[in-house]
Nanobody, 124 residues
Framework: VQLVESGGGLVQAGGSLKLSCAVS????????MGWFRQAPGKERDLVAA???????YYAESVKGRFTISRDDSKNTLYLHMSSLKPEDTAMYYC???????????????????WGQGTQVTVSS
């Protein structure tokens, strides 16, 4: 599986962005996908995730502002971000688990296939 993110950029606080993650390879074996972010000097954190069955997860810090979705016909995962805050500034990564054992919740997977990331900068 190969993942390529796009859609990052500079936006003012309160604005919106839509990130895309193009997926190629053995897409039929993907059990879940997620969006992570990492700010300078901080750990990489899971922001949102979706299982192949459509179950979603959102970190508390983005609930109500971010929406994860996918278009299976385009093999693309999206992250719709609105009401952006300066603290949302980070490198955003798309990820998928190689493990093929199903989990109940998408946040329970070990995500170990990564894209190269796309930078999101929110100015105040």
């Amino acid at each position: 599986v190969q993942l390529v993110e796009s859609g990052g950029g500079l936006v003012q606080a309160g604005g919106s962005l839509k990130l895309s993650c193009a997926v190629s390879g053995s897409t039929s074996r993907i059990l879940a996908m997620g969006w992570f972010r990492q700010a300078p000097g901080k750990e990489r954190d899971l922001v949102a995730a979706m299982s192949s069955g459509g179950t979603t997860y959102y970190a508390e810090s983005v609930k109500g502002r971010f929406t994860i979705s996918r278009d299976d016909s385009k093999n693309t995962l999206y992250l719709h971000m609105s009401s952006l805050k300066p603290e949302d500034t980070a490198m955003y990564y798309c990820a998928a688990p190689q493990n093929r054992l199903p989990r109940i919740r998408p946040q329970e997977y070990k995500y170990d296939v990564w894209g190269q990331g796309t930078q999101v900068t929110v100015s105040s």
